[in-house]
């Protein structure tokens, strides 16, 4: 249990994907132009990594070997195949559609980085043996990026309303900012 403790912690705060290896930075980046809410569009994110791990982990312990040349593409696939299903399931039940979110998750390399290394195809320290350590770290990853999103679009639309430089508008002070928060969720670890 504490092993599992540890991987949750671990996945929200000091190794959160979007902030210490840069997947989906261009979804947190590019959000506070988004119609989505941003909590919306982190927890779609968050089920789209949980269901293409599992089938990921799934093919690559049954069907593939990690080290196989077409895991790459197959696991693309995946993430189109369930991103399309979290947008249907988001039309259908909740009444509310993912617009420019669903390419905003479809393109998500998070989402993707998620899959591969719960597969074992990328870092070995991070491959899961068993599949109930794959679903908890996909979706510790998943309210990990959620968080970020939420707190960098909160951020982000405080600083619209700021006057700031006029060589720091714009990109550099969103790096910026980014750089921050990657900071103040890293020195969580210690």
Known sequence: MKEMLALIMASVLASN???????GVETVLGQCKSTV??????LAVTATMVLSSILSWVVAEWALCPCSVLILPIFVIFVLGMTALV???????????LGSGFAMIALNSAVLGVSLLN???????YVHESFFTTVVAALAAGLGYALVLSVYTAIRNRMDDCSAPRAMRGLPLSLLTAGFISLALSCLSF
């Open 17 to 23: 994907f979007a902030l210490t290896r840069f997947l």
């Open 87 to 97: 947008e249907l399931f988001c039309r259908k039940v909740l009444k509310n559609t």
């Open 37 to 42: 809410k941003p909590l919306f569009l982190g």
């Open 119 to 125: 597969a074992g195809s990328g870092a070995k320290n």
